[in-house]
């Protein structure tokens, strides 16, 4: 198993920035990608953010791509969002997963492990 937690998040004036982290622990060689959705009440759950595991490549929704950029750390089991000029349309909780066979942003519910997630609030 996997254990996922975030960090990060809060509230913040639109066009302002914000970072969340997260971190896997447990057996970590599983995952072969972390990512990063969000979802608001009564709507479904979004992908944001993917990034392939040990230097893979990074990839994005279009809504978010040119605002928000995903890193992973060296340990290979850290990754972090850095998200700039904030919208007040990007106020969601935010959820970090990690996949082992599926990373697409398609199926959510396909991605094998979650964080409880964390709240981002972007006020007009």
């Known amino acids: 198993q996997v254990q996922v937690a975030e960090s990060g998040g809060g509230s913040v004036q639109s066009g302002g920035s914000l970072r969340l982290s997260c971190t896997a622990s447990g057996q970590v060689g599983r995952m072969t990608c972390m990512g990063w959705f969000r979802q608001v009440p009564g709507k479904e759950r979004e992908g944001v953010a993917g990034?392939?595991?040990?230097?893979?490549?990074?990839y994005y929704a279009d809504s978010v791509k040119g605002r928000f950029t995903i890193s992973e750390d060296d340990d290979e089991t850290t990754v972090r969002l850095q998200m700039v000029n904030l919208e007040p349309e990007d106020t969601a909780i935010y959820y970090c997963?990690?996949?082992?066979?599926?990373?697409?942003?398609?199926?959510?519910?396909?991605?094998?492990?979650w964080g409880q997630g964390t709240q981002v609030t972007v006020s007009s």
């Open positions: 990034v392939y595991t040990g230097g893979g490549s990074a």
């Open positions: 997963a990690a996949g082992e066979s599926y990373c697409g942003f398609g199926h959510p519910s396909a991605w094998s492990y």
